[in-house]
């Protein structure tokens, strides 16, 4: 079982904004990171750290962070945004990675 | 640029073993670690564990103890896992990662299907 925990799936109209959560007591001491998954490929990291973003991820795509909760918000969806997040951090021992399940976006 | 280049699909009956490749360039391999992901058909990611590039020492996560081994080649830069004695449902996309203070590059994954 996950310690992070993520709502299966979520769905959102194009061009509005939607926010995907990533659940744990771990996020009280750690960042969540995120990875955006296509149906085939690799994860690819979308930001991390306090709203880090790498080069070409666009800055539509940010995070904010309260208590055990992280959250990526996607501002204005465009159809590529559709795919699979998967946030991930360290546990609550500090010295393994754990991700959450996974929150299919489907875009509308 | 940074390339994590994994060996290609396998396919393999229950309990034999295989051994994966992943290839690193781009970078200086010893200063990231290199963790292992798994991902079954359909569903999320899975840590499995990293080994340190500059020791060789693995570390597995719960569940990826005694069938599953991590180990270098740093004279070519390259990480393996090896997983012995395979049951069906090791059938999964397995991903090597490069990480210092968080997963970044990630290879593109092999697929090993476990099937008689």
Redesign the interface.
Known sequence: SSELTQDPAVSVALGQTVSITCQGDSLRSYYANWYQQKPGQAPVRVIFGKNIRPSGIPDRFSVSSSGDTGSLTITGVHAEDEADYFCSSTDSSGNHVVFGGGTKLTVL | QVQLVQSGSELKKPGASVKLSCRTSGYIFDNFGI?W?RQAPGQ????MG?INTRTGNP?Y?QGFTGRFVFSLDTSIRTAYLQIISLKPEDTAVY?CVR?K????Y????TLVTVSS
């Open positions: 963790n992901v999320g990611l899975e840590w990293w570390t996560a991903y990480k203070d968080l997963l970044d990630w290879g593109q994954g």
